[in-house]
């Protein structure tokens, strides 16, 4: 069989015509399978979402509790069967929840990685290969010059700047999905233990962490009425991005700018931003761990979408893999 009539793009997305389903759609269809909760790739709409069960109730906790007709909870390592094609559902190293999907019908078997990273994070099920055939993997950093550094470094300078600022809050921008909660709790995992301030659209999700397990320690709201900006001082608040734009960040003491980010390694990014204390912590692969994990798969195939596709593609030519670009729309960096 050739790996095109299993699956192939579509204005909605990836869909398998055998088992009339898509792969993070982004548009609404009739039947989804899900491989995370950010939403270019979690959109309600759906008649019926097959997902991991974390997955599932990341999107009820975004979309609403009637994000889709149907749903259907899958575990890592479960093969199902739709329409003759099977189906099986494997940690992606992502978020929480995330999951790379394999799809696998008469000998040929396509992996489509969603979103997914190779650095440890303590707040979700870590990446595991899977052998294929073809391999569509996401290319968010796929540039030779993204070396992400280790997180802990990164942690350890925004540490020593509120050793450095005592008098200053520290306003940390990560999104509200994974980045966040990655970032509470490498700063617990470094020994820091004082409270941590969140604003308020982080609550649900950093509680939902909590009850899969994902200690985060003392979170406290930094979103009260009028609060006296003095509770602030040497205090790290964390919020999404787009909050601290707005009139909520003016609210604390002589605020430092920080953004946790792996598109905090382009300074022009952080300068257009006013990120005062840019942190490279990325929840995407960067170029070696992208190329190490294209060489321990071996694929006969590489398919590339979603980020900077012609540099991977151009990388497996020379290495003797047949590579293209699916040149996918509608995915964007929610999750960097």
Not at 49 to 72: K, W
Not at 90 to 106: C, K, M, T, W, Y
Not at 122 to 141: H, Q
Not at 269 to 297: F, M, N, Y
Request: charged share 25%; with cysteine; glycine share 10%.
């Amino acid at each position: 069989m050739r790996p095109e009539a299993l699956l192939h793009p579509t204005a909605e997305g990836l869909y398998c015509p055998f088992g009339k389903f898509h792969v993070d759609p982004v548009r609404p269809v009739e039947r989804a399978l899900i491989t995370h909760g950010h939403s270019d790739h979690a959109r309600p709409g759906h008649g019926h979402v097959l997902a991991t069960r974390q997955t599932l109730d990341i999107m009820r906790l975004r979309c609403g509790p009637e994000f889709a007709g149907s749903t259907q909870a899958v575990a890592y390592g479960e093969k199902i069967a739709i329409e003759g094609t099977d189906v099986c559902f494997h940690p992606a190293g992502h978020v929480l929840g995330s999951a790379q999907i394999s799809i696998e019908r008469d000998g040929m078997r396509i992996v489509v990685s969603g979103d997914y990273k190779r650095s440890a994070d303590p707040t979700c099920t870590p990446f595991e290969p899977v052998g294929c055939d073809v391999f569509i993997t996401e290319a968010t950093f796929g540039l030779p010059v993204f070396h992400h550094p280790s997180p802990s470094i990164e942690i350890g300078k925004l540490l020593a700047s509120l050793r450095q600022f005592p008098e200053r809050s520290h306003l940390v921008g990560a999104y509200a999905l994974g980045k966040a909660q990655r970032v509470i709790s490498l700063l617990r995992h470094a020994g820091y233990d004082r409270p941590i301030y969140i604003h308020g659209a982080l609550s649900r999700l950093c509680d939902y962490y909590e009850s899969e397990g994902v200690m985060l320690g003392d979170l406290r709201p930094a979103t009260g009425e009028d609060p006296d900006a003095r509770d602030f001082r040497g205090a790290v608040v964390v919020g999404p991005p787009s909050a601290f734009n707005d009139r909520w960040a003016r609210r604390f003491s002589e605020p430092l700018s920080v953004f946790a980010s792996g598109w905090m390694m382009v300074r022009q990014r952080a300068k257009q931003r006013g990120v005062e204390l840019p942190l490279v912590i990325s929840d995407h692969c960067d170029w070696p761990e992208l190329t190490t994990t294209i060489s321990e798969l071996s694929p006969g195939q590489v398919w590339v979408t979603h980020g900077r596709e012609e540099a991977l593609v151009r990388w497996c030519e020379l290495q003797g893999i047949a590579a293209r670009p699916l040149h996918l729309v509608g995915y964007e960096d929610e999750g960097d």
